[in-house]
């Protein structure tokens, strides 16, 4: 593995488990009211749109991170939806 592919699982990795927190938060507090509707739905279609072209240029790290990405998005998104 060269330096950029394991740059870029690292970058993946570290922008991925940011939403950890705010979905152990989310699911504890069982309230999603101060995340934005627009801000959710907006970074949803983005995740999905650069997992897309990851795909298209068959980058190994921008899919597998956007991949996990777009399951803690969509967790939290869920758990909006229920929540409210």
Do not use: E, H
Not at 40 to 49: K, M
Not at 68 to 82: F, G, H, M, P, Q
Request: hydrophobic residues 55%; aromatic residues 10%; contains cysteine.
């Amino acid at each position: 593995m060269d330096f950029i592919t394991t740059l870029g699982l690292i970058a993946g990795l570290l922008t991925t488990i940011a939403y950890l927190p705010q979905l152990i938060k989310t699911w504890k507090s069982k309230s999603a009211s101060d995340l934005s509707w627009s801000m959710l739905i907006t970074l949803c279609t983005g995740i999905i749109l650069w997992l897309v072209y990851g795909v298209y240029v068959q980058d190994i790290p921008l899919i597998a991170a956007n991949i996990v990405t777009l399951l803690l998005a969509s967790v939290i998104l869920v758990l909006k939806i229920r929540y409210n």
